[in-house]
């Protein structure tokens, strides 16, 4: 079988379930590379030590950034001409719109954020979670080629083999597009929890540390977000000590205490992480589904009820603005730091 990998990345930054998707591909038998953008050398050599066979590079200044209509219609004639039987996206925000258009052109369908893939005799067998989370559901793709964008962290990232090598194969950038990126701005963690192995998230929770005295010349909403900021200096530490990620629910970000790119659950990033740990967090469904893939999760909540503790392993019951500074003491001790 011959798969497509794009390989999603903002200015280099690669997105890391792209190489999940490489090794996904590899099982199946020849995995291309496909990366867009300009000045990719180091990209491509990194995608010939993560197992690609071959790497299809459009190396072109319009397409630093990313603009879907260029993009789709790039990957679209690549496919016409190659006939690859089957094209992987990792989940982003990014392809979930380029894995969609990009099926418009070619005449298919799409299997959107799937957690396994299998190749069950001539047919792509694929498993997607739906109802939240609750249910999976198995569903086939009868068109050609099959396209696919796989969950972050669902499937095995192969190991790095930096004595790997080869050279790019150009192929023609489609640069037309009615539109045109006047500018943005880059507000991402330090630790992307899209890809974290360890989330340590606060919610609305971090507001109610009574110890905490604003200052004067605060209202009331000012002195909530405020106090907020305070207790995600708690929840930074922790997560810096564990070499994690720090994540926060929709209501931690709609308070304004945390920018979105920290945020988890169905309108944020749905993650996957071994450890999950949720501070102050009541556990509303659409929190609940961003989650529900993580290997272990330990709810702190002074609220013995809240809805949380029902899909925790482990639940604390307590202040969490105690018991966060104690985790953090107890794991520097352990760990040596």
Known sequence: MKTFVYIDHFKGEVQLASWEALGVAKSFGSASAVIFGSGLDALVKTAFEFGADEVLVADDPSLVDYRVEAFASTISALASSRTPDLILFPTTARTRELAAMSAMDLNTGVLVDLTDLLLNGDKLVATRPIYEGKLNETVVCSGKPVIATLRARAFPRPAQDKSKSGTATKVEAKTDSPATVEGYEVAEAAVSVADAGIIVSGGR????????????????????????????????ELATVLGGAVGASRAAVDGGYIPYAHQVGQTGKVVAPDLYIACGISGAIQHIVGIRSAKLVIAINKDAEAPIFKVARYGVVGDLFQIVPALTAAFKKKLGK
């Open 205 to 236: 929770g971090m507001s109610n540390n009574p110890s905490l005295t604003p200052p004067a010349s605060m209202d009331e909403k000012q002195a909530e977000a405020w106090r907020a900021q305070q207790g995600f200096k708690l929840i930074d």
